[in-house]
Each structure stands twice: as structure tokens, then as C-alpha cells.
């Protein structure tokens, strides 16, 4: 005969089960770029390294440029890729900690951006030779405020 669960067993269980933490899902952040960029392929590569899921959809240059200004990237911060995950953009070569942070602090903002391709940032170069740049947060107004700085290697 199966053996049956009393109730205050039943009960027990429950209560382990509700103080478990969650695992908190991470969103899955979709890439968009230019087909003949290596260089995007190398920061998706840092991306699933670091935990995130990640899925690539290539566009024409012109597609491309048009799609960052739609999702409000101001012309003078754009870099060669962009990224969107649980409503902000990521644009460039931004780091998974930084989008990690972003994540967990929601801030109203557009999202982040790395201008440029700044060599040593992910996806561009050895870390170790980095050359110092900023991570943005790109307002809702367009205006942007640093985020993070990484300093020269």
C-alpha cells in the first residue's frame, strides 16, 4: 500500500517549497546588426558566456541605422550593433555586468550605449590592452549620463 501524506506533512512540504527562492529568469536580449560585422558576433559570444540568452537578426546598414534612431538612440551615441532586452536598448559593446546592472536597477531611461567600438571593450580586443571608455544611460530626452567607466588597462 503507497504510503499517504498526513496533512500536517503536506503542509511541511508547502512551506520548504514557498521559502525557496525563485530563479528570476533572465530576458532574452535580441541583437540586431550588419551582417558583415565580426566584431558583433565576438560580443554576443561575451554575452552567452556571462549567462544571457541571446538571439542575432542581421540588417542592411540602412535598416540598421534607421531601426536605433525608432528606438531613440541619438545618431551621436551609436556604435555597430543594437540590442534590446525587457524594454531598454543596448547598444555597442556594453559589458554583461552592466547590462546585468541595468536589469536590476530600472531605471527610466532608454538604455545603455558604448559609442564607438573602443578596443578592449567587449567583443573588441583583449580586455588586458583595453583603452579606457565610458558605458552611457541614454535618457528618455535624448541627453546621456555615465554609467560606468572603465579606465585603461
Do not use: N
Not at 540586431?32 to 558576433?41: A, E, R, S, T
Not at 538604455?111 to 567583443?123: A, R, Y
Amino acid at each position: 500500500m503507497p504510503p499517504t501524506l498526513s496533512r500536517r506533512m503536506l503542509l511541511a512540504s508547502a512551506a520548504a517549497m514557498m521559502a525557496m527562492p525563485l530563479r528570476a529568469e533572465t530576458p532574452i536580449l535580441h541583437v540586431v546588426k550588419d551582417p558583415g560585422c565580426g566584431c558583433c558576433g565576438d560580443w554576443v559570444d561575451h554575452l552567452t558566456a556571462a549567462g544571457f540568452t541571446v538571439t542575432v537578426e542581421e540588417r542592411d546598414v540602412e535598416a540598421l541605422a534607421a531601426y536605433k534612431a525608432q528606438l531613440g538612440v541619438p545618431e551621436a551615441l551609436v556604435s555597430c550593433h543594437t540590442g534590446t532586452i525587457a524594454g531598454y536598448v543596448v547598444e555597442g559593446h556594453v559589458p554583461a555586468a552592466d547590462i546585468r546592472r541595468l536589469l536590476a536597477e530600472k531605471p527610466d531611461a532608454v538604455g545603455l550605449t558604448v559609442p564607438g567600438m573602443p578596443f578592449g571593450s567587449p567583443g573588441m580586443g583583449p580586455e588586458t590592452q583595453r583603452e579606457a571608455y565610458d558605458v552611457l544611460l541614454v535618457k528618455r530626452d535624448g541627453t546621456s549620463s555615465i554609467f560606468t567607466s572603465y579606465p585603461a588597462a
